[in-house]
């Protein structure tokens, strides 16, 4: 019986992969797809109860790829190994996407299409990071990332990091936005400090801060929406 399931399974993933060669993903369902891609980590066990439990807890395909290590080690039959694969897949995903685009044809005129680019930009990290997006003065991208390892503990040292990448991308407008992991979207009273401070030493610079977004997954609060600066 139990080569005899060894065998099925084997059919499976064979015939499922033959299908993926001749027509891509064209007619695959969420669990199938899914299936595909665990096959790459469980060599050897049906990978069919797994990705029906992994979609329905997370509701869809999407949220499965866009969960952290902690939330997929949760669910019953998924380790460290599985989890670990597939927080890589969707980083992996991520940075490709991330290569392909060309900022300057993204506009962010509205606070809504830059929470919705900064978002995406905060997708699986688990720790709380600083990023800067520096735009034209018509609001079109030039750069985005994190500050870079320069930045310390202080407000100063922070301030003086993002002035150093503001001059060296010649840039006059900018975005601040960070993450808190901890799920609560609403900024710190550190948090609204720290703007103001910021606008004030960077207007100094003859830099202008547009806003500054808190990021949770699936959130995000503009600080000048709620005019806290």
């Not at 978002?119 to 500050?147: H, N, Q, W």
């Not at 004030?200 to 997954?217: A, E, P, Q, S």
Request: hydrophobic residues 35%; proline residues 3%.
């Amino acid at each position: 019986m139990q080569q005899e399931n060894k065998n099925i399974h084997e059919g499976h993933r064979k015939r499922l992969r033959q299908r993926f060669d001749q027509v891509g993903l064209d007619g695959f369902s969420e669990h199938e797809i899914l299936e595909l891609i665990l096959f790459q980590v469980i060599p050897r066990r049906d990978t069919n109860p797994l990705a029906h439990e992994l979609i329905n807890h997370f509701g869809n395909l999407a949220e499965v790829l866009d969960a952290s290590k902690d939330e997929l080690i949760q669910v019953p039959g998924v380790g460290e190994a599985v989890a670990s694969f597939l927080c890589l897949f969707s980083a992996v995903n991520h940075w490709q996407r991330k290569q392909g685009e060309k900022p300057e044809k993204v506009i962010l005129n509205t606070s809504a299409k830059a929470g919705s680019y900064l978002s995406a930009r905060f997708r699986g990290r688990t720790k709380e990071t600083l990023i800067i997006l520096c735009m034209t003065p018509d609001r079109r991208v030039l750069y985005c990332d994190e500050l870079g390892s320069g930045v310390g503990d202080s407000v100063t040292t922070t301030l003086r990091e993002v002035a150093r990448l503001c001059m060296k991308k010649n840039t006059h407008d900018i975005i601040l936005a960070h993450n808190h992991p901890s799920g609560l979207v609403l900024p710190s009273r550190e948090d609204i400090t720290m703007t103001r401070r910021a606008q004030d030493f960077l207007k100094d610079i003859g830099v202008k801060l547009h806003d500054h977004f808190v990021i949770t997954d699936g959130e995000y609060y503009s600080m000048k929406d709620h005019k806290l600066f």
